[in-house]
């Protein structure tokens, strides 16, 4: 069965670092590609970046200066962090496997707020 | 960045009725699209990608078509466990980008 999760704090201070891991089974991270995806309440969400199969990267260029995803495929995890939080950047962010987004996690809601 | 334009933002339909959604790319999107569903609290599911193609489990009465710059998702015999919100997404070209989504209600 195919599944991922995301973890990470639920609340960041502004001008701080938001780091999350997702968590992936019934998959190999070798095989499928990862997305990470945001999605402020009551709007569309926003692509943000991809986690290549073969380890590379792309990035969504609104965001690139200020992100970054990696991987460990010996815990079947990837990462993302994201530097200068401010408050726009609150929301629920979800990862999701790729090439068609087919599989979502539940997401995770963070909010930006001193 | 390839825009993708949603219409309309909110839609009232009966039970039974057939329902239409459409989508329009900045530029062409070569029918790299996709169409998911979100209830309230959940995360988005896949209903269609490249363009028209079902995915697994969805129902049959959910279809998708177009191509070019201009896609549809067509929901017949509307049934009240398809009241959500529902977005297009292309992925032809980075950044994958989103519609505003469409808000379906039972009227």
């Known amino acids: 069965q195919v599944q991922l999760k995301e973890s990470g704090p639920g609340l960041v201070q502004p001008s701080e670092t938001l780091s999350l891991t997702c968590t992936v089974s019934g998959f190999s991270l070798t095989s499928y590609s990862v997305s990470w995806v945001r999605q402020p309440s009551g709007k569309g969400p926003e692509w943000m970046g991809r986690?290549?199969?073969?380890?590379?990267?792309a990035y969504n260029s609104a965001l690139k200066s200020r992100l970054s995803i990696s991987r460990d495929t010996s815990k079947n995890q990837v990462f993302l962090k994201m530097n200068s939080l401010q408050t726009d950047d609150t929301g629920t962010y979800y990862c999701t496997r790729d090439p068609v987004m087919d599989a979502w996690g539940q997401g995770a809601s963070v909010t930006v707020s001193s | 960045d390839i825009q993708m334009t949603q219409s309309p933002a909110s839609l009232s339909a009966s039970l039974g009725e057939t329902v239409t959604i459409e989508c329009r790319a900045s530029e062409d999107i070569y029918s790299n699209l996709a169409w998911y569903q979100q209830k309230p609290g959940n995360s988005p599911q896949l209903l269609i990608y490249?363009?028209?193609s079902l995915a697994d489990g969805v129902p049959s009465r959910f279809s998708g078509s177009g191509s070019g710059t201009q896609y549809s998702l067509k929901i017949n015999s509307l049934q009240s466990e398809d009241v959500a919100s529902y977005f297009c997404q292309q992925y032809n070209n980075y950044p994958y980008t989103f519609g505003a989504g469409t808000k379906l209600e039972l009227k």
């Open positions: 986690m290549w199969y073969d380890g590379d990267t």
């Open positions: 490249d363009a028209n």
